[in-house]
């Protein structure tokens, strides 16, 4: 009976069980409701974004509490610091901006997840807020604070003087680093301000200090002995004074390579061949009453220059007895013939342009130089006109002085060839206007106000170029004259088209300028100014119709104001561009007043021109500050 009694309370005890699981299911489902109902259909409980709290709030509130918070601290300007200068960044224009509505997105919802609720109720949920970058708006922030801050290294230099080679050591230059600045300004958008110091390396030169010293040993070799020129029957001695005034060197690659002018070296012959030398002579033209004539050729003998100069350059090393050289006398055909010239159909003028500038001695020289260059080049059809070849390397050398010029910082300096761009603006002008294919121009880095915007060029030696390509069936001579205040060219040849016109489009995608406060003694100050794209357009008329048009699209990056001083507490006057320093520079890149040339060409004199400036002064120019003159890099090199 007692066995009867135990076998009838199992079942009743089996189904308390079930009951107690089922319950507790119950109870849980229960609380997971809850837990639902309290998460509530906006941001969930302990959201937290960038330290501000809004869990539990309606996505309305969220938004405006973040930009009340966040929103108006991304707003504020963002200082940056770097190589004693402060940048005032505005994130707008730097294309930063918090978007409240997209963080608040991202936390608002209901989530089934009971673990995620639980600790939602218990503890907060850290949010990213979302920030919105303009990749090209920031680009072209950083860029303009590159522009201040980035310096070019200095190459090493071989000075010869009095047969004594002098080695200037180079120097590290400066440069932005821009991936890491712009992280840093990203990440200062919803910080709490204080500057920031930019991230910034060392810039070294190309050329090693070993490699310096090579080729100074190698200059010193040069000029220890004379060397044997044999032509023919004929040989001389190069005296080491001659080699001493024909040698150079200059940058190729990462080694300070020599270079021999062949010219001095065949004049430093001259009469020491045997006689056996005549002089010859390209045909060319003149201008005579505003047309061109033909200037015969004539047939000469003697020594290569390109030649002579290769055979010399090979052996500038070497020691006695192994200085000799063996060169080509010979017949020397004139390249192109009296025949040849009268045939290249130089008949009329295609184009004329000048170019006005503000009257300084280093640039009345430099510009002078680059003119009595250029004056007088014929290009034969199919034939490539490089601005750099023409001008040759702005050394003392070469005819060229100290002048100032912009730097890769947009900040005044002293180089050599201060100026020239303004020569190769007035070249490159002309020949648009002439209807020259364009073979390659590099527009200034800032606008320069005496310039065109679009229509004007710069040069730096070893770096870029102003090319263009007579692609007429005819031959193209050009002609230059000088001012101490403006620059002339004119290209004769015969006109393909009846018209060439320029067409100027509106400044797009206009950049701010940021403002700069430099300390440092040498600061000159100056006005900032936007960058901006522009579009010119060339149109070919022929007929009275438009036969072709191309178009040149030309970015200019911003150029920074520059403050003299500290920057002001607040309350205090804010300082004025060069305040109680030297006069403040109006840069070319912000200018009080615009001139634009007129792309029509003017009548110009039935005389030869000449482009012989005014005699200058064999030292070297000792200039106050004048307006800023050409554009990074190396600008008017």
Same mark, same amino acid.
């Given at each position: 009976?007692?066995?009867?009694?135990?076998?009838?309370?199992?079942?009743?005890?089996?189904?308390?069980?079930?009951?107690?699981?089922?319950?507790?299911?119950?109870?849980?489902?229960?609380?997971?409701?809850?837990?639902?109902?309290?998460?509530?259909?906006?941001?969930?409980?302990?959201?937290?974004?960038?330290?501000?709290?809004?869990?539990?709030?309606?996505?309305?509130?969220?938004?405006?509490?973040?930009?009340?918070?966040?929103?108006?601290?991304?707003?504020?300007?963002?200082?940056?610091?770097?190589?004693?200068?402060?940048?005032?960044?505005?994130? #707008?224009?730097?294309?930063?901006?918090?978007?409240?509505?997209?963080?608040?997105?991202?936390?608002?919802?209901?989530?089934?997840?009971?673990?995620?609720?639980?600790?939602?109720?218990?503890?907060?949920?850290?949010?990213?807020?979302?920030?919105?970058?303009?990749?090209?708006?920031?680009?072209?922030?950083?860029?303009?604070?590159?522009?201040?801050?980035?310096?070019?290294?200095?190459?090493?230099?071989?000075?010869?003087?009095?047969?004594?080679?002098?080695?200037?050591?180079?120097?590290?230059?400066?440069?932005?680093?821009?991936?890491?600045?712009?992280?840093?300004?990203?990440?200062?958008?919803?910080?709490?301000?204080?500057?920031?110091?930019?991230?910034?390396? %060392?810039?070294?030169?190309?050329?090693?200090?070993?490699?310096?010293?090579?080729?100074?040993?190698?200059?010193?070799?040069?000029?220890?002995?004379?060397?044997?020129?044999?032509?023919?029957?004929?040989?001389?001695?190069?005296?080491?004074?001659?080699?001493?005034?024909?040698?150079?060197? @200059?940058?190729?690659?990462? @080694?300070?390579?020599?270079?021999?002018?062949?010219?001095?070296?065949?004049?430093?012959?001259?009469?020491?061949?045997?006689?056996?030398?005549?002089?010859?002579?390209?045909?060319?033209?003149?201008?005579?009453?505003? #047309?061109?004539?033909?200037?015969?050729?004539?047939?000469? %003998?003697?020594?290569?220059?390109?030649?002579?100069?290769?055979?010399?350059?090979?052996?500038?090393?070497?020691?006695?007895?192994?200085?000799?050289?063996?060169? @080509?006398?010979?017949?020397?055909?004139?390249?192109?013939?009296?025949?040849?010239?009268?045939?290249?159909?130089?008949?009329?003028?295609?184009?004329?342009?000048?170019?006005?500038?503000?009257?300084?001695?280093?640039?009345?020289?430099?510009?002078?130089?680059?003119?009595?260059?250029?004056?007088?080049?014929?290009?034969?059809?199919?034939?490539?006109?490089?601005?750099?070849?023409?001008?040759?390397?702005?050394?003392?050398?070469?005819?060229?002085?100290?002048?100032?010029?912009?730097?890769?910082?947009?900040?005044?300096?002293?180089?050599?060839?201060?100026?020239?761009?303004?020569?190769?603006?007035?070249?490159?002008?002309?020949?648009?206007?002439?209807?020259?294919?364009?073979?390659?121009?590099?527009?200034?880095?800032?606008?320069?106000?005496?310039?065109?915007?679009?229509?004007?060029?710069?040069?730096?030696?070893?770096?870029?170029?102003?090319?263009?390509?007579?692609?007429?069936?005819?031959?193209?001579?050009?002609?230059?004259?000088?001012?101490?205040?403006?620059?002339?060219?004119?290209?004769?040849?015969?006109?393909?088209?009846?018209?060439?016109?320029?067409?100027?489009?509106?400044?797009?995608?206009?950049?701010?300028?940021?403002?700069?406060?430099?300390?440092?003694?040498?600061?000159?100050?100056?006005?900032?100014?936007?960058?901006?794209?522009?579009?010119?357009?060339?149109?070919?008329?022929?007929?009275?119709?438009?036969?072709?048009?191309?178009?040149?699209?030309?970015?200019?990056?911003?150029?920074?104001?520059?403050?003299?001083? %500290?920057?002001?507490?607040?309350?205090?006057?804010?300082?004025?561009?060069?305040?109680?320093?030297?006069?403040?520079?109006?840069?070319?890149?912000?200018?009080?007043?615009?001139?634009?040339?007129?792309?029509?060409?003017?009548?110009?004199?039935?005389?030869?021109?000449?482009?012989?400036?005014?005699?200058?002064?064999?030292?070297?120019? #000792?200039?106050?500050?004048?307006?800023?003159?050409?554009?990074?890099?190396?600008?008017?090199?």
């Amino acid at each position: 009976m007692a066995e009867h009694r135990r076998l009838m309370t199992m079942p009743a005890a089996g189904n308390r069980t079930k009951l107690i699981i089922v319950g507790a299911f119950a109870a849980l489902a229960l609380v997971y409701v809850a837990l639902i109902v309290l998460s509530g259909g906006g941001v969930r409980q302990g959201t937290v974004v960038s330290g501000v709290s809004i869990g539990g709030m309606s996505t309305a509130d969220a938004v405006a509490t973040l930009d009340s918070t966040l929103g108006k601290l991304s707003r504020r300007p963002i200082k940056l610091e770097a190589v004693g200068k402060e940048f005032v960044v505005k994130p #707008k224009d730097a294309g930063l901006a918090f978007d409240a509505k997209a963080t608040v997105a991202s936390a608002t919802g209901r989530t089934f997840n009971p673990i995620a609720m639980v600790a939602d109720l218990l503890g907060n949920s850290e949010i990213e807020p979302v920030v919105v970058v303009d990749e090209p708006a920031l680009s072209g922030q950083i860029s303009g604070i590159s522009l201040a801050i980035d310096r070019p290294a200095t190459e090493p230099t071989i000075t010869i003087k009095n047969r004594t080679a002098k080695l200037k050591p180079g120097k590290n230059g400066r440069a932005l680093d821009v991936e890491a600045t712009s992280a840093q300004l990203v990440d200062a958008l919803l910080a709490e301000r204080v500057p920031i110091t930019a991230t910034v390396v %060392k810039v070294p030169p190309l050329v090693s200090e070993a490699s310096a010293e090579e080729s100074a040993a190698l200059a010193r070799s040069a000029m220890a002995n004379p060397i044997t020129v044999t032509a023919g029957d004929a040989s001389a001695k190069l005296k080491p004074k001659a080699i001493a005034r024909a040698l150079s060197f @200059t940058v190729v690659d990462d @080694t300070l390579t020599p270079q021999v002018d062949g010219l001095v070296l065949q004049r430093a012959l001259d009469g020491k061949l045997a006689g056996a030398e005549v002089p010859g002579r390209d045909a060319s033209f003149k201008i005579v009453r505003g #047309k061109p004539i033909v200037v015969p050729s004539v047939v000469g %003998k003697g020594v290569s220059d390109t030649e002579l100069a290769t055979a010399v350059v090979a052996v500038l090393g070497n020691e006695p007895p192994d200085r000799k050289v063996t060169v @080509t006398m010979a017949v020397r055909e004139p390249a192109v013939t009296t025949e040849q010239a009268r045939a290249l159909g130089v008949t009329e003028q295609l184009s004329t342009f000048t170019q006005n500038f503000p009257y300084a001695a280093y640039r009345v020289q430099n510009i002078g130089q680059a003119a009595r260059n250029v004056n007088g080049t014929l290009l034969l059809p199919g034939q490539t006109f490089s601005m750099n070849d023409a001008m040759k390397e702005r050394t003392e050398k070469n005819g060229y002085t100290v002048g100032f010029v912009v730097g890769a910082g947009g900040v005044f300096a002293e180089d050599l060839g201060g100026g020239v761009s303004a020569a190769t603006t007035t070249v490159w002008t002309g020949a648009f206007f002439a209807g020259l294919e364009r073979v390659s121009t590099q527009a200034h880095s800032i606008y320069i106000s005496r310039y065109q915007p679009g229509l004007e060029a710069t040069v730096a030696w070893g770096l870029f170029d102003m090319k263009f390509k007579n692609d007429t069936p005819n031959g193209v001579f050009i002609t230059t004259a000088m001012t101490n205040t403006s620059m002339t060219v004119t290209f004769w040849g015969t006109k393909v088209y009846d018209e060439i016109k320029a067409e100027f489009g509106p400044k797009q995608d206009i950049v701010p300028f940021t403002t700069i406060f430099d300390k440092s003694d040498t600061c000159l100050g100056q006005s900032g100014m936007d960058g901006f794209t522009i579009d010119v357009d060339r149109v070919f008329m022929l007929d009275g119709k438009e036969a072709k048009r191309e178009t040149i699209t030309t970015h200019y990056r911003p150029a920074p104001e520059v403050k003299c001083g %500290k920057k002001p507490k607040p309350g205090e006057e804010q300082g004025k561009p060069g305040s109680n320093k030297t006069p403040t520079a109006q840069p070319d890149s912000a200018p009080a007043v615009v001139v634009k040339p007129d792309p029509t060409p003017t009548p110009q004199s039935t005389k030869k021109p000449d482009p012989t400036p005014t005699p200058q002064s064999t030292k070297k120019p #000792k200039p106050t500050p004048p307006p800023v003159e050409d554009a990074a890099p190396a600008p008017g090199r």
